[in-house]
Structures are given as C-alpha cells and as structure tokens.
C-alpha cells in the first residue's frame, strides 16, 4: 500500500490545480465535486494506505516513499520523500478526514459566494499543505508544508478581500508567523551544522551521539524549533494573530483551529521530541509556555462578545493544554488532546458558522439566544462540542484527554504543582466559558429573527463530528478504570512512555478535582448567567472588575504592546527614511562640485583688469617665493 | 564560434533593426525577437551538447573557448570562453532578452528602431561580459552595456528620466575607472613579475601579488562590482534608474546588469585577490547584512511601485554578496540561484508593474488597490511573484535563499541570524506590494482589462520557471557546479599555501 502513500497530498494539490486554472470556466457544481471531492478521495486513500499501515505494521514501523531529489549541493541533500509513522498517520487522519467534513459543509456554506472556485482551491492547497508538512520526512520537506500553511492563512483569511480589516488580519497572521518561521529556519541551519542532515529518522537515531543532554547548542536547537511552533501554534508571545484570523469564512477557522496550522507547532515539538527529550530546559520552557497560555486565553475568552472570538480563544488555550503535556513528557496525551480537540473545535466552528449565518451575519452572542427550539440540530451537536470542550465526566471525549493532560503535569516526569494548579484553574475557566457561551446563544430570549435553517450538507457533517467529539474518547480510557489503551499503544512506537514520577498520590483524586474543577466551573457560568444575571450588573459597577474586563477583553494588551514596540516604530523608521539618507551623501558631493564650479566660474568675468591683475599678482608670487627660497 | 555568434547575431540585430526602423515602425521589433530567440536556442544547444546527456563532456570546468588575437602588442586577446556559470547566466541573458522584446511590443512607439538597437547592443554587451576571458575585452563589454542603457533610459524614461540616466552613467562609470584601474595594475604587476604582459583572464589569476597591493587592486574591482550589484550604500543609483527606466529598461537592469557586478565578483574578485577576499569577508558580509535589511525598510516606505521593487532589489542583492564571501560551496551555490531566480522573480514584478501602469497611468500604490477583482490573473500572479520575493518554499528563490544561509551558517552564525530577520521583513514589503494593489477596496472606477495574451505569455513563461526552479533546482546546481567546486578548491589551495608561507601577508 505505500506506494499509494503519495496521492494522499497528490489529490488536493490536482484539486487546487483544477480550480486555479480552470475553476473560471466550470459549473459551480463541478467547482464544489472537484473541491471536496478531492480532499473526500484523499481521506479514503488515506483509510486505505492507514488500514493496510495499522493491519500488517511494517518491520520498522514506517512506510516511506521517495518522489525525488529535491536538491544536493556538496554533503546537503534534500529529498521530497513522504513518511508515514503512526504519529503522522494520526495527523493525516484528522487532515484529511475532519478536513473533508469541512469541505462539504463549505459547499453549501459558500453556495452564494462570488469567488466559489477560488475559495475551493484555497481550501485545497491549505490541506495540501498540513499533509506536506506532517508526512515530510526531513525539516525541509516539512518547511515547505509549513510555509505553505502560512501562504493559505494568507489567502483566506484575507478571502473578503474588499474589507481591509480582513487583508490587514491576513497580513498579520503571515508576518507573526513568519517570525516564528525564520527563528526556525535558522534551528534548521543548526540542526544541519551540528547532525549533518535534515532527514528526522537519522536525526532522531542519532541524537543523543549528536548532543550532550542539557548542552546549550541543544538547548539552543530545541528552542528555535520551538519558536517555530509557537508561531503556527499561536501561543505566547506569538499568538496575536489568531483571533484575528475569524476574519475569514467559518469554514476557515474550523480548518485552521481544527485540522491544520495551529497544531502544526505541536506536531513539530512531537516530531522532534528526541531534542526536546535532551534539554530539560527547553522541556521546562514548552510546559510554561503552554500553562502560561492556556490561563491567559481562557480568561481572555471569559470576556469576549463575539462567538467566534471566544472560540479563538479556547483554541489558543487548548493548544496550551497540548504543549503543557510535550512539556512536562505526555507526548501521547498531547496527542490525544490534538485529535479530540480536532473534532469538537471543528464541530463549534462550523456550527457557530450555521448560526452566524442563519442569523444574517450577527457574532455577537448577547444579541443571539432563544437558538435552543428554533435551531435544534445546531443546537444539540453544538452542545455535543460544548460539552467535551469543557470536558464534562465520562460522557465527553474531552474529559478523557484533558483529565490524562492534568493528571501527567502533575505526576510525569516533568510536572508539578504550579503546573497541575494552573491546568486545574484552566479546566475551571474552560467549563465556565463554555457554559456561558451556550446560555447566551441557546437560551433566554431571541434577540435576533433567524433567516434559512442550514441544510443537510451543512448539518450532515455536524451530526458526524459531534458522535466523534462524544465517543471517540473511548479509544484511551484511564489507567485506573478501564485502562483501555488503544492510541497510546499506537504511538509507541514513534513516541516514548511517559516517564512517572514516584511516590505520586492516587489518580483517583485528581480525577475527582478535575471532575469538580469542570462542575464548578459550569455552575459558575450557570449561576451568573442563567439563574442571577443581575450579578454580573453587581459586577459591572465595581471599578476593578471593569478594569480587568477591559484588559482581559484586549487579549491582555499584547496588540497594543506590539503595536506600540514594533509596528510604529517600524513605520516610523522606514517612512522618516523614504527619500534614502544614503543619498544625501552623493547629493551632496554633487552638490559642492556645482559650487566649486560656481566659485571659479566667477574668475572667468571677461574683465580684462582683473585678468591683469591676477598675472601680476601670480608673478608676484612666484618671484616672492623664489625670493624667499 | 557559437559564441563568438552569440554576440554578433546581437550586434547585427542591433544594426538591422536602426535600418529597419528608418522603413517601419514594427519590423524592429519582429528583427529584436528573431535576434534573441536564435541566441536563445544557440545557449540551449551548447547546454544540451554539453551536459552529461548530450554525449561530449569536458573533463574540466571549461565548456566551450574560442581565441584569436587582438592586439598582440599589448597582449590582448579576443578571448571567449564559458563555464557553466557563465551559461547559466547567458541562458538567463537570452531569455530575458525575449521578454524585453516582448514587453515593449506595444509599449514603445517613438523612434522604434533606435530602441531595439539600444536593447539589443546591451545584451550584447551583457553576454560579453559573462563570456569575455581577457580583462581588456571585459572591459571593452563592460563599457558597452553602458551608453546603451543611458540611452534606453534617458530617452524612453519617465518623468524624471534625464536625472536617472546621468546619475546611471556616472555611478557606473566612475567605479568602471576604478576597475580598469586595478586591471592595468595587475597587467604591470603581473609583467614585472614574469615579463609577460598580457591581459589574458588564466595568467593573471596566478599572478602573486604582495598583499598591500592585493588589496588596493582588489578594492578597485569590489567598487565597481559592488556599484552594480548594487551593495549598500552604493545603491541609491538604482530606485531611480529602475523607476524611470521603460519596463524592458527595469526588466534588465534588475534581471541582468546587477548581474555582471555579482558575476565579476565571482570570476574576478575571489579568483585573483584570495587572501584580501578572506580578510575582507567579514565586512563584506556585514554590508550585505545592512543591505538586506535597509533595502527592505526602504522597500516598505515607497510608495512608487517600481522604487519600492528597486528597494526590494538591494535587499536580495545582500544575500548574493553575504554568499559570495562565505566562500564554501553551499552558499556559492546559493548565490547562483539566487541570481537567476531574482532575475525572474524582480523582472516579473517590473512587468506587473508596467502593465499596470499602462492601465492605471500611475506608479503610485496609493492610487491602486482592489485589482484583484477585474484582474484575477494579475493577481494570482503578483502573488506568486511576492511570495517568491519573500521566499517561499516551492518557488525558485526559497532554495537560493535557503542556500545561501545554510552556507553562511557554517561560517558565520551571527551573520545567518541578522539576515534571517530579512525573511520577516521581506514578508512585510511583499504583503503590502500584495495587499496595496490587489486587495482592499477598489479606488478607481475605470474598467482594467486582465492580461492579454501576450502578457499571459510572458507572466507564464516566468511564472512556469519559477516554479520549475522551486522544485526541481538540480539542473542548474549540476551546471553551476564545476565552476563552483574548482572555486572552493582553488580558495582552500591557497589557505593551505597561506598557512606555509606566512610572510605573504605582510
């Protein structure tokens, strides 16, 4: 089967290809069979090229397949060969499948869009490139993928391109980034310096002959990588830019919150883990970076209006989640987390897109409510979303995988109270923002008359997502009950156990406070925005809570503060300079040879007196110095 | 012969089209393209005799030579010879020399004739250059890319266009002094030492001189390669010939004759002064840093389209000399990409540039915007072509740029790290080139037609190279790669020799 490993990328990238040269001249219905149809292709070669993967494992537990040599320039070279391994295939999975989901969906979402075909063919490279990126078996290969992806932000995010705020959060999203991208390119050039090649298997073999543990180059290494992975990742300091990015159509951040981008920085810190696994440091920085973000975008996410933007938010703060586990050593249960969060992000986006829509373009979620009886399939698959986002026990797949993350930072070999204190205050956040997005848009009174109810193709993909977000937990059940461990077995090969540390207290109990941190967290939201919403009125009057609303509101003012750092003066500097101080310098002599010019032109007066006496006067001087000597 | 037929089938072009042009106004043009076409199939026959599939493969880096003697008295030869760097670069010459011709098909109307002569005279000249082995005959070409293109801009500019034309010629033919300045030393230094005088490209280079003289020799040549590049802070020349220069002018100015100044540094700079080339690596490769990053602010301020892409010129242009002072193979490989692929990449952003001020009659991006919706084609391709100035993976300049870093980090960290931030900055310039013309509201209500099919010829021909380069650079790493590994080896030769002989550097 692995020689069928290439058409996985091949038939989005021919999907892409169709649309940009043709997509003028075919029917809108031809557009939509050849957009989603590509990526829905993709996703059953992809179950066929898995199945026969997961059914006889190959010897070393990867298949590869070699396209060509990219380019080989003295002991450097690159290859545009494609590996498949269990952790990649857990990526594919959710690229192609969650991916297809979103396609559909999209051709009925975009049905009166005026760029349907651009539209299509934008979706199609972006998922033509997170495949590049996670099947790439070498740093540069994933690169391009990795380039790629920021290339298609770009272009959807910016799809409305007639608003400017749009082509300005397009903008953003590259060059944030972009940042990330060219600290990495340069951990790539270290990588190349000190293992010799790109390709990650020979990287990975040879790490530890390559690198002291806890040496500095490998500190060093691991973090620019890292800085990578913050950026597509949207986490501290570089995650400005995502909920900027809902500037596109739902579609958009369903793809690029749910299947691709955002977890591109986690599958690089997993890819690479045998790094990461060398410098405690670097570890100890991924874990903090990810508490510090998931408490920060939770909070922010506690104050925000618009649906979109809270889901942002909650993105942000998952994916802290995430690097909280590859931080403290969970590498599979950040990977479990990456999958669940897939299907429920996917689902909220997508079903928050339905209500926007029927709503004739509202966001605002004070202005929704009453959606419970007038939208019922949004309604219960939302909740479905709803429930495993804020993880409520036992009966959601986002209890199953963020109760593993919690009990490791504690317990793995990394973690420890701070950070099990911050995740548990998180979870706490979480079910509270959930809670109170759902009350103000399902319940209570309808502020807004609803146009069209979505049709089959938009609540078809909904309905699949939200069995996904409620049942597919059950694949990785807790040590102590169940202990069913399907996916972690499956990773195994690529990532190693999770090393625990001893004497740790019963998992039972951290269950429970998980448990309760989530209950308390929806009564919170319950109490004030259900059952008292006048006090959060209370709230309103007192002057601190205002304060820390407007703060929280901003995103913690990391818009201004950038803003205020690097943009202006940015734009200061370069437009003080427009007309080029440089040349200042040629003007200049120029300009003196002119007046020397001038100078000795007034000599040449035509007045025969002066003539005379400049002759008399220089024979003076001549006879004078003569004279003299 | 072929090469020798290179540059006559361009000067009897030249010829031809002045006299047609006294007949008609379009039998130039039709003259301009045969003559380049031809070129063009002449490079691409040596290419294909030459490589390893076309049966006769020189055993060393030399391709092709062709000798006579000029003037024997003073040891000048007409001397031709290519390496495949030199045919990378006349490929690249030809090619380019077609787009020109196709670029000013509808766009130049006055004086015709005397246009295509002065178009083809300087890729005359051009190809010259990238071929001449003896340094009075480079000289003799270096010169004569000169006056045609003082003319070209002088004549067929813009508004500002005498200004531009003047400050041109005298920038290049100030430095060009110092060049022949520095040749007729090494002729004198080179005679003393052996008796021979020669101005032959293969006797100079062995010539040893005293380091004190090396150096002074090796910075007359640097100045006037360094102006064409241009490096910082020669470079203000440039914003205005590129802006005020017709769109074939832009389109070979920035795709070829930045060119030369990189070419002779390869050929002549590193070759001939070794040890002032170490010694002045560092700060060399500082300047180009401080280019890279002063071009991009400066790209970012403009607000005439072709400025700001003259600007973005300086910025890639600080990659190629940061490369060529690297001096290992990784990032001379690097070089030579990226001065094909900028070629490409800038040229195609003048032509957009052009046609949409044959449009909008404006250069000015303030008065553009929201071009993508009555030109998709325009814009899918700008697109393209900022992300290739930016860098991105999949097109021509990623691996130029790619390369170039790589091989910089191996000798130089800290110098890969202040020019990796170039990637972010040329993130910044393109968006806005991007998101200023194509995007946003539209600002004037005129109806814009999309490309012609002439213009689509021209855009896919670039747009398929680009492309092509992104993925499949082999081709030409494989033809560069003689000319490049004899440099490295020769380079390391002489730092062993250094380390024995210590008192040459004194």
């Known amino acids: 089967m692995d020689k069928f490993l290439w058409l996985i990328p091949a038939l989005p990238l021919g999907g892409f290809l169709i ?83 979103i396609h559909i969906y999209s051709t009925a979402f975009m049905e009166a869009d005026r760029d349907y075909a651009r539209f299509f063919a934008s979706m199609n490279l972006f998922v033509f490139s997170m495949l590049v990126l996670v099947l790439a078996d070498n740093l540069l290969l994933m690169y391009l ?175 802290g989640y995430m690097f909280l586990a590859l931080g403290v050593g969970a590498w599979t249960a950040a990977v479990f987390h990456f999958m669940i969060h897939a299907f429920f992000k996917a689902l909220l986006f997508l079903a928050a897109g339905a209500i926007i829509e029927s709503l004739h373009h509202e966001h605002n979620m004070f202005k929704m409510g009453g959606l419970k009886d007038k939208m019922p399939v949004v309604f219960w698959t939302f909740l479905a979303g709803a429930i495993s986002l804020a993880a409520v026990p036992l009966v959601s797949a986002g209890f199953y995988s963020k109760d593993q993350i919690l009990w490791y930072s504690w317990s793995a070999g990394g973690g420890n109270a701070v950070l099990w204190a911050v995740a548990l205050a998180g979870a706490l956040i979480t079910a509270a923002y959930t809670t109170r997005m759902m009350i103000l848009t399902f319940w209570g009174e309808s502020h807004t008359p609803i146009g069209h109810l979505p049709g089959r193709r938009m609540t078809m993909p909904l309905v699949v997502l939200a069995l996904f977000s409620v049942f597919a937990g059950f694949i990785e059940l807790p040590h102590n009950f169940g ?14 156990e999770t090393f625990m540390k001893e004497n740790i207290p019963s998992e039972w109990l951290f269950q ?47 818009d201004a503060l950038y803003d205020r750092m690097l943009v202006k003066p940015f734009i200061y500097i370069s437009s003080i300079n427009k007309k080029d101080i ?36 220089g024979a003076i001087l001549i006879l004078g110095i003569q004279i003299m000597l | 012969m072929m090469l020798v037929l290179l540059i006559t089938v361009l000067m009897v072009g030249a010829v031809a089209a002045v006299v047609a042009g006294e007949w008609s106004r379009h039998v130039p043009r039709w003259i301009a393209l045969v003559a380049c076409v031809i070129g063009l199939m002449c490079v691409i026959a040596i290419w294909a005799n030459t490589s390893p599939a076309g049966g006769s493969v020189p055993s060393g880096q030399w391709l092709l030579d062709y000798r006579k003697s000029w003037i024997p008295s003073f040891g000048i030869s007409f001397h031709l010879a290519v390496d495949g760097l030199s045919l990378l670069l006349l490929a690249l010459t030809f090619f380019l020399g077609v787009l020109a011709v196709l670029c000013s098909w509808d766009e130049i109307r006055e004086r015709t004739g005397f246009y295509y002569f002065n178009l083809l005279w300087i ?18 070409f270096w010169e004569v890319m000169l006056i045609p293109m003082y003319f070209l801009i002088g004549i067929w500019g813009s508004e500002n266009r005498v200004y531009a034309a003047y400050k041109f010629f005298i920038f290049t033919q100030a430095s060009g002094l110092l060049m022949f300045l520095a040749i007729l030393g090494l002729y004198f230094i080179h005679g003393q030492d052996t008796g021979i005088y020669t101005f032959n490209y293969f006797e100079l280079t062995g010539t040893v001189i005293p380091f004190k003289s090396a150096f002074w020799l090796m910075s007359g040549f640097m100045i006037a390669f360094a102006v064409k590049l241009p490096v910082f802070p020669f470079h203000t020349w440039l914003p205005d010939a590129h802006g005020e220069a017709p769109t074939a002018g832009s389109l070979i100015l920035a795709g070829l004759l930045l060119k030369t100044g990189a070419y002779g540094m390869l050929r002549f700079v590193v070759p001939m002064f070794p040890e002032a080339v170490r010694e002045a690596a560092v700060p060399a490769m500082v300047l180009g840093v401080v280019g890279i990053i002063y071009g991009a602010v400066m790209a970012y301020s403009q607000t005439d389209l072709k400025r700001l892409v003259a600007f973005t010129s300086v910025s890639h242009m600080g990659f190629v000399i940061t490369g060529i002072f690297a001096l290992n193979e990784l990032a001379l490989q690097g070089v030579v990409m990226q001065l094909v692929t900028h070629a490409l990449s800038t040229g195609a952003l003048f032509l957009m540039a052009g046609m ?19 030109m998709p084609q325009m814009g899918s391709i700008g697109l393209v072509f900022a992300m290739a100035s930016l860098g991105l993976p999949g097109l021509g300049n990623f691996i130029a740029e790619f390369l170039i870093l790589l091989g910089v980090f191996q000798a130089h960290p800290w110098i890969t790290v202040a020019a990796a931030s170039g990637l972010i900055f040329s993130a910044v ?13 539209r600002k004037t209500m005129e109806t814009v037609p999309d490309f012609s099919f002439r213009e689509m010829l021209i855009m896919a021909a670039l747009t398929v190279s680009i492309v092509w380069l992104g993925l499949f650079p082999q081709p030409v790493i494989d033809t560069a790669r003689p000319a490049i590994t004899e440099l490295v080896r020769f380079m390391d030769v002489q730092s062993a020799a250094l380390q024995h002989q210590p008192y040459v550097k004194q």
């Open chain 1, 19 to 101: 649309l940009a040269f043709a997509g003028k001249y075919i029917s809108r219905k031809a557009v939509a069979i050849v957009g989603a149809g590509s990526i829905c292709l993709s996703a059953l070669v992809m179950f066929a090229v898995g199945g026969a993967f997961l059914s006889g494992m190959p010897e070393n537990a990867v298949y590869t397949q070699t396209l060509w040599t990219w380019f080989e320039v003295g002991d450097f070279n690159a290859k545009i060969t494609l590996s498949l391994d269990a952790l990649s295939l857990v990526f594919v999975f959710a690229i192609t499948f969650i991916g297809a989901l």
């Open chain 1, 145 to 319: 993928g990795w380039e790629g992806v920021g290339l298609c932000s770009y272009l959807l995010i910016g799809f409305w391109y007639e608003q400017p705020a749009n082509g300005a959060a397009a903008r953003k999203a590259f060059t944030v980034t972009r940042i990330g991208d060219a600290a990495m390119a340069i951990g790539l050039f270290m990588v190349f310096q000190q293992a010799g090649t790109l390709v990650v298997s020979e990287i990975g073999a040879n790490a530890s002959a390559i690198w002291q543990p806890n040496s500095t180059s490998v500190t060093i290494t691991a973090l620019l990588l890292l800085a990578g992975g913050l950026g597509k990742s949207a986490q501290l300091p570089l995650q400005t830019w995502l909920p900027d990015a809902m500037a596109g159509p739902s579609p958009v951040s369903a793809l690029i919150h749910a299947a691709t981008m955002v977890t591109a920085g986690v599958y690089l810190v997993a890819r690479m883990h045998t790094i990461f696994a060398l410098s405690e440091t670097a570890r100890l920085v991924v874990a903090v970076i990810g508490a510090a973000t998931l408490l920060l975008a939770g909070l922010t996410a506690l104050t925000q209006y618009d649906i979109k933007r809270v889901l942002a938010y909650s993105t942000i703060s998952q994916i």
């Open chain 1, 483 to 496: 202990h069913f461990t399907l996916f972690s077995d499956l990773l195994h090969p690529v990532l190693p």
């Open chain 1, 512 to 558: 429970l406070l998980a448990a309760l941190a989530t209950l308390g967290g929806i009564f919170l939201g319950y109490y004030y925005y259900y059952q008292k919403p006048s006090r959060i009125e209370n709230l309103r009057r007192n002057g601190l809570v205002v304060q820390l609303h407007r703060f929280w509101f901003s995103g913690w003012a990391f």
């Open chain 1, 582 to 617: 440089t040349d200042k310098l040629y003007t200049g002599i120029a300009a003196i040879t002119g007046d020397m010019y001038k100078l000795l032109s007034r000599t040449q007066s035509g007045s025969l007196r002066w003539y005379i006496m400049g002759l008399v006067a």
């Open chain 2, 123 to 140: 890729l005359a000249g051009v190809a010259g250059v990238f071929m001449a082995m003896d340094l009075f005959l480079f000289y003799f």
């Open chain 2, 356 to 374: 949409i001020k044959e449009r909008l009659h404006t250069r000015d991006i303030g008065e553009m915007g929201g071009l993508w919706g009555p």
């Open chain 2, 429 to 441: 310039y393109s968006l806005r080139i991007v998101g200023k013309i194509f995007l946003g509201p």
